[in-house]
Structure formats: structure tokens, C-alpha cells
């Protein structure tokens, strides 16, 4: 049987390529994308020159990961300001890409503010298109700082509810880097705690149907040279039965007043499993994904995504494959699916909820108010 803490043939390197830079090459502003639908295999970039590729990129998963929604929906409104486009359609386009991520119209709409405060101070268009510009930079470093944030305080409290050290942490989707300005949020804690020699070992749900956890997740520890194994989502009950797993650590798409918690797929029933084994359900996420607007969890939009992603295996992430490769099926034509691509915890089976303003235990809608009056306090 293979040995399941084997070492890994871990690189070192740090992903070489940015998940999103804004570049201005001679022929015009654009939005470069680290591509995710074709990681591990190739590191290539997508050029967005206009709001309708953005658009599709964030349809189909090449920029993906709530706080990274959130910041290149800000780039977006900036590109279609920079180059001339309906800042008000960029908008409406933008916001509407994806349902379930809030940081997605967070972002979009500090950009547009930026701009419609330009242009109501008499801004040229010039002027007020480098306005959204400097609210989508401002936004893209806020949310690197609040990573190193989180990651300091979700360390810490690791620490106290696991004293003994030796963290085996089960991890869900992909959190890191690749849906960050920084380091990411639940990944920068896990990687926060190998850099710290704490990390004994980070579980990596391969996190079906589109396999953020094998593809990204997997590929981000391997290149931090983090001890990790990856497992089918549906191996995670068997981890905990063994006591394999000290505790569990996620990020979030939406958190709702209540603080019930949108995040991908299969969150929910290892909040579940968590709770029938005494193990901590810990969720890291910037202030930027609380949604007050939404009062629970029933409230919260969850995207469901075309059923083909389920019977058919895509695969742009083969080496070689490339874009709109795959569709090899895996269930007999005609099938049909069901695909939601997040579910929702609710608040209770939740232990901690770890912002850049701290970490909240238990999770209560007034510890959650308070959380987000200190953000804006800042
Ligand atoms: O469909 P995705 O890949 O965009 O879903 C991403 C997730 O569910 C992440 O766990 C979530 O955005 C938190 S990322 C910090």
C-alpha cells in the first residue's frame, strides 16, 4: 500500500508567473491572466483586451477564487474606462460574471466608484479612467495585506486550538496565491505554518468536477515545498474515522450576515464530519467576502454550473491538450447533472471564522457586524 506521508517530488519555486497583472504594452492597456484552466501542466498567460473576454475568463474558471474575483473585476471596470468602453455596461457585465462570490461586485463597484467620483470632480475621461486604475491597485494591495493578515491570526489560533503542534490540516478547492493578491487565505495559513516547521501535513481534496484542489491546490504546495497529499473528496470520511486530521481549513465566497458560509462544493459535509469528530472547522476569509446584505445562508446565490462539467471530463489541463480540449464522457449521453459549484455551512458547525480583522469563535452575527465595523474603521 503506498504510504500516504510519503515525500512528494516537490519542487521549490514559488509559482514564477502572477495570477492577474495590469500591463500597458505600446498597443494599448490590457489585463494579463495567469490562466487556471491550464495549471499544472503550462503556465500560460491570457491577455484580456476588453471586458467581454474578462467576462468569459471568469466563466470559465481561468480567473477564479473569491478575492481574486474581486480584484480583476475592479482591473475590468478600469480596462473598459481605459480604453474607451460603457463604464455602466462594464459594470453590469462584470457583476453579473459569476452569482455566488461577493468580492466579485465588491470589487467591481470600488473601481466604478473611484471612476464616478472622478468623473462628478469635473475628471476627464482620461483622468477618471486612471481613478478606477488606482481604486483596482488600491484594492489588489489591500487584499495582499489583509492575506498576510489573516494568515498571522489563523496561525495563532491553529496554535491555541491545537497545542500539541504538528498541524495535519485538510484543505479544500485551491486558496492560495492564485486567488490572491497575496499568499491567499486559508493556503497562506497552512503555509504559514510549514514556514513556522508546524505543518505536518496539508490533506489536499482533489475537489471535483473541475479539481481546483489536485490541480492548483496540489501544484502550490508542491512548489512551496509543503508536505501534502492529495485525496478524492470522497476519501476525506475514511481520513477522519483514522484521526488523520487535526483540523480543517477553508476559504469562503460568501459569509452571510448570520455567518452561514458559501464556499465550494463539498465544504459542508466536511463541516459535517468535522463536527461528528471534535475536529475544528475553521474558515479564512478577508472582511471583503462578508456580505451584510444577505441575512443567511438560504439567502445566498448559488451558482449552478452546466451538468457536462460532471459527465464529461474536460481537460485544457492536460499538457498538450490545450484550451477546449476534453470532453471525454464519463456517464452515458443524455445523462443529467447536478452541479452546484458551492454549498453553504451553516454558522454553527462552523469553530472560527478568520478575518484580517482577527479571528471570531463562536460565529455569531454580532461578532460579524463587529468584524466588518472594524474593517471600515481602518
Ligand atoms: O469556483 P471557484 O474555483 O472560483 O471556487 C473557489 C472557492 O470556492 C474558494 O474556496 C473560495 O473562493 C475561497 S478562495 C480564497
Redesign the pocket.
Known amino acids: 500500500m503506498a504510504d500516504q506521508y510519503a515525500q512528494n517530488p516537490v519542487g521549490t519555486a514559488p509559482p514564477t508567473l502572477p495570477s492577474l497583472r495590469w500591463d500597458e504594452p505600446p498597443e494599448g492597456p490590457v489585463l494579463v491572466l495567469l490562466d487556471q484552466t491550464r495549471l499544472p501542466a503550462e503556465e500560460v498567460e491570457l491577455v484580456c483586451t476588453d471586458v467581454p473576454a474578462l467576462v468569459r475568463a471568469i466563466q470559465t474558471?481561468a480567473v477564479?477564487?473569491?478575492?481574486?474575483?474581486g480584484i480583476a473585476g475592479a482591473y475590468g471596470v478600469a480596462l473598459a474606462a481605459v480604453r474607451g468602453y460603457d463604464v455602466d455596461e462594464a459594470v453590469t457585465l462584470l457583476e453579473s460574471a459569476?452569482p455566488t462570490?461577493v468580492n466579485l461586485g465588491h470589487g467591481v463597484r470600488r473601481a466604478a466608484a473611484g471612476y464616478r467620483t472622478a468623473v462628478d470632480k469635473g475628471a476627464d475621461a482620461e483622468q477618471a479612467a486612471r481613478a478606477a486604475l488606482v481604486a483596482a491597485r488600491e484594492l489588489h494591495r489591500e487584499d495582499a495585506e489583509a492575506s498576510a493578515r489573516m494568515a498571522e491570526h489563523g496561525l495563532v489560533l491553529l496554535d491555541e486550538l491545537l497545542p500539541g503542534g504538528g498541524h495535519r490540516i485538510l484543505t479544500?478547492?485551491?486558496?492560495g496565491a492564485l486567488?490572491?493578491g497575496g499568499e491567499?487565505?486559508?493556503f497562506a495559513v497552512a503555509l504559514k505554518a510549514h514556514r513556522a516547521g508546524r505543518l505536518r501535513r496539508l490533506w489536499v481534496d482533489e475537489t471535483r468536477p473541475?479539481l481546483?484542489g489536485a490541480r492548483l491546490t496540489a501544484f502550490e504546495a508542491a512548489r512551496n515545498g509543503m508536505p501534502y497529499t492529495l485525496l478524492t473528496d470522497n476519501a476525506a470520511g475514511s481520513l477522519f474515522a483514522a484521526g488523520e486530521v487535526d483540523a480543517v481549513l477553508?476559504?469562503?465566497?460568501r459569509i452571510a450576515a448570520d455567518g452561514s458560509v458559501a464556499?465550494?462544493v463539498g465544504?459542508y459535509p466536511l463541516a459535517v464530519l468535522a463536527k461528528y469528530h471534535h475536529v475544528p472547522f475553521v474558515v479564512?476569509?478577508p472582511t471583503t467576502?462578508v456580505d451584510l446584505s444577505t441575512p443567511d445562508g438560504a439567502s445566498i446565490e448559488v451558482?449552478q454550473r452546466p451538468g457536462q462539467e460532471v459527465t464529461e471530463v474536460t481537460a485544457p489541463h492536460v499538457a498538450g491538450a490545450g484550451a477546449g480540449a476534453g470532453g471525454l464522457p464519463v456517464a452515458p449521453l443524455g445523462t443529467q447533472a447536478y452541479n452546484p459549484?458551492?454549498d453553504v455551512t451553516p454558522p454553527d458547525l462552523v469553530t472560527a471564522i478568520v478575518t484580517e480583522q482577527g479571528a471570531l469563535s463562536p460565529v455569531t452575527g454580532a461578532g460579524i457586524a463587529e468584524l466588518c465595523a472594524r474593517s471600515r474603521q481602518v
Request: glycine residues 10%; positive net charge; charged residues 15%.
Open positions: 474558471l477564479r477564487g473569491a478575492p481574486l474575483l459569476r462570490a479544500h478547492c485551491n486558496t486567488v490572491s491567499g487565505t486559508a473541475l481546483q477553508i476559504g469562503a465566497d464556499n465550494k465544504s479564512v476569509a467576502t451558482e459549484a458551492f
